[in-house]
């Protein structure tokens, strides 16, 4: 099979899945959504693999699909190592979350449990659009359908008001990146006039050598202004400072969204973003440069508010904007392979630890509340060795894949030659590491070690079933042995992101040692639980509220939105709008009923007197002005 | 005004189109008074007979076929429209028994 067709297939298989599920799904029996719903993602994998071992490449046009004037959009698909690669993370790390999924959702009736795996399926379909797309036209699609996918799944248990109102908020939030994302592609198509990515970068950025070359901020104002509109679509999808409020609320859906969406793929999709648009961010400095310092504050701004949740899905949400805070440090200093080599790495261990505590909150019947568990690791061992692999890794400890990648970005940062300000950046980085080991050492500690706490909701916790163990336990191999992948991982994608020119890699391992084995020692002292923040209590108060954020917004955006739509509501809709229209109906009920009934006799004889009075009329008023002309 | 040739004898066209009119007249007066359904008809032919009169009689007096022609085609038209008419009819008096125009009042507002 060709490899263009092949990519074309990877694309179909999630779609048609979806299709089967959502058409005749929830009337069938369930094995067939068993089936159906993992199959198709499993499906797509193999047709990724396939492509990676034709060591595929090229923009595949498949036929034009909008042509008007200079705005001309073909239907096609980018292959490439970078979205080869992103196809292996979300087929791969999706396909073990959707097969977890089969039994974290087993408590679901038929229609919802189908109902679930069509939207799985969708997210994966746009998802891979998203990646594959070979045009802004194309991207902006796939964004605004994991968009899509992202608020169908949060609210999917739409009886919880909570639920709801958390998807309304993250579609808001997401959309406000949607507008930036359209924007920046207006200008560039103002500037370029052309949409996909080849023609763009082969206009916008002169140099044919477009892996290090153009780093002279010279004439670059469209593009200073398309990056820096990208880049509000990247932080709001990427739950970056200051669009990041919807991802701690989303975990409100069911725990293998959580893993899937907001930790593996979706969230990571501003990093892809800044990837692949790299030849643009090479040229705009200033743009570039704000990526890696709202990486670098978001991840020390996440960790500290972790510190303080007992929630265990927030800590792992405020965890995943800390680690993808890295990865927009990593691409905005350059460090493109480092920062995609952390996603990997990312992708395994937080999905790990996702659905290890997924296991935990279903065998604690949903209770979420770290307080409530204790002493798991005598129920639960397997759960709580996985969590700890995941946990390791999340800290950085040597040998888990989450040090190899760690230790990457902050040595590359630490070594970037002649200049001050990622000096700062990796000391930010740094401080984040600490804080990292310290609540990755609480919520393991809290969760599986000491008594069990006496509000615990379920005395002898059930061990998971099969079907959600084994993905765990290949997860966590993967975060165990993938740090071996790292070479060919990073080399892998130089050929797409390109290199960077400075190594001196030893002053960056001694470094990444130092780092993580501080934080290995930090995650050793959480152990023993010390309440600090209870000696500063308006830290404490301040990291509970998450820094205000929630409350700031509510006031600055939502009250006053809300006292123009009431004030829209009860004195402009009501007694204009509505009055408007309610009287014009009434008008014209009067005219046609009240006004025009009694003509209409339905005697023949009346009409066909009209008819004839008017005929004398006409005939003779023309008759008249003959004679009188 | 001319005169027309009528079987040797001269006569003016004025005459014909007067009676022509009488009977356009006499037809309308008629659709617009009767009530018998099957009369109503029978006026309309009148009416458009006149018509047919009409155009002959200007066919003769300005030496033109094509008046003559357009009477013929007017006949035929009468004939399809005294089907119609005849059969809409017919199935009126099928579901009701309406010997009055007045009683088909069925649509009045």
Not at chain 1, 558 to 576: I, S, T
């Amino acid at each position: 099979m060709s490899n263009q067709a092949l990519a074309l297939l990877i694309l179909l298989f999630p779609a048609a899945g979806a299709l089967i599920l959502a058409g005749r799904g929830w009337r069938a029996p369930r094995f067939v959504t068993v089936i159906v719903g993992p199959g198709v993602v499993w499906l797509s994998f193999l047709a990724t693999a396939t492509l990676f071992l034709n060591k595929a490449s090229g923009d595949f046009t498949y036929w034009t699909w909008i042509k008007s004037g200079a705005f001309d959009v073909p239907f096609g698909l980018l292959v490439d190592h970078l979205s080869i690669f992103m196809c292996f993370v979300i087929t791969g790390v999706g396909g073990l979350i959707v097969t977890y999924s089969v039994g974290y959702m087993e408590h679901e009736d038929g229609p919802s449990y189908a109902r679930f795996f069509t939207y799985m399926d969708i997210f994966v379909f746009s998802m891979l659009l998203l990646v594959l797309a070979d045009n802004f036209v194309f991207l902006i699609v796939g964004w605004a359908m994991v968009g899509l996918s992202s608020y169908l799944l949060i609210g999917f248990w739409y009886q919880r008001r909570s639920a709801v109102v958390a998807a309304r908020k993250a579609f808001v939030m997401n959309v406000i990146g949607d507008v930036g994302m359209i924007l920046g592609t207006f200008v560039l198509f103002a500037s370029y006039h052309a949409v996909t990515f080849a023609t763009v970068f082969r206009l916008g950025c002169p140099s044919p050598q477009l892996l290090v070359g153009c780093r002279t901020p010279g004439d670059s104002g469209p593009l200073e202004l398309a990056a820096l509109l990208l880049l509000v679509g990247a932080v709001a999808k990427s739950a970056q400072l200051p669009l990041h409020t919807w991802l701690p609320d989303a975990m409100e859906g069911p725990t293998p969204v959580s893993a899937l969406i907001h930790a593996a793929t979706m969230v990571t999709a501003g990093v892809y973003l800044v990837g692949r648009m790299h030849p643009i961010y090479d040229v705009a400095v200033y743009a570039h440069g704000a990526v890696a310092i709202i990486g670098a504050v978001t991840a020390l701004f996440a960790a500290t508010i972790a510190i303080v949740q007992v929630d265990i899905k927030r800590v792992l949400a405020y965890s995943t904007m800390s680690q993808i805070g890295y990865m927009f440090l990593a691409v905005g200093i350059g460090a493109y392979s480092a920062g995609f080599f952390h996603l990997l790495s990312h992708a395994f261990f937080k999905a790990l630890l996702f659905m290890a505590a997924g296991n935990v909150i279903h065998a604690m019947h949903d209770e979420q509340d770290m307080r409530k568990y204790g002493g798991l690791w005598t129920d639960m061992r397997l759960t709580s060795i996985t969590f700890l692999v995941g946990s390791l890794s999340l800290v950085g400890v040597v040998p888990f894949v989450g040090f190899f990648s760690k230790e990457q970005i902050l040595g590359l940062a630490f070594s970037k030659p002649g200049d001050s300000t990622v000096l700062v950046l990796w000391l930010i980085g740094f401080a984040t590491a600490l804080i990292t080991g310290f609540y990755t050492g609480r919520m393991w500690w809290l969760s599986f070690w000491g008594k069990p706490s006496p509000d615990r909701p379920v005395e002898h916790p059930h061990a998971p079933p099969l079907v959600m163990m084994v993905p765990v336990t290949i997860l966590a191999v993967l975060a165990t042995v993938g740090g071996l992948a790292m070479t060919p991982t990073s080399s892998f994608l130089e050929s797409a992101v390109g290199r960077i020119p400075w190594e001196e890699m030893t002053v960056a391992v001694v470094v990444g040692v130092v780092t993580m084995l501080a934080a290995a020692a930090l995650f050793a002292g959480a152990m023993r639980m010390r309440p600090w923040t209870a000696f500063v209590p308006w830290a404490q108060r301040l990291l509970e509220h998450k820094y205000y954020f929630d409350e700031i917004y509510d006031a600055v955006f939502v009250r006053p939105l809300d006292w123009v739509a009431g004030f829209a509501f009860r004195d402009v809709e009501r007694p204009v709008i509505d009055a408007a229209v309610v009287d014009t109906g009434r008008l014209t009920r009067w005219t046609s009923v009240e006004a025009s009934r009694n003509l209409q006799t339905g005697y023949f004889r009346n009409y066909a007197l009209v008819f004839v009075v008017g005929v004398v009329a006409i005939g003779g008023g023309l008759v008249i002005m003959r004679a009188l002309s | 005004m001319g005169t027309l040739d009528i079987g040797g004898s001269q006569l003016d066209a004025t005459w014909f189109l007067l009676l022509s009119a009488v009977l356009f007249s006499l037809g309308a007066a008629g659709v617009l008074v009767r009530r018998n359904p099957l009369v109503i008809l029978i006026s309309i032919e009148l009416m458009l007979n006149a018509g047919n009169l009409a155009l002959v009689t200007f066919s003769r007096q300005l030496q033109n076929i094509e008046g003559q022609l357009f009477a013929l085609m007017s006949m035929t038209v009468a004939a399809a429209e005294a089907v119609v008419g005849l059969a809409i009819l017919v199935d009126i008096f099928r579901v009701r028994d309406a010997e009055d125009v007045d009683d088909l009042s069925q649509l009045k507002g």
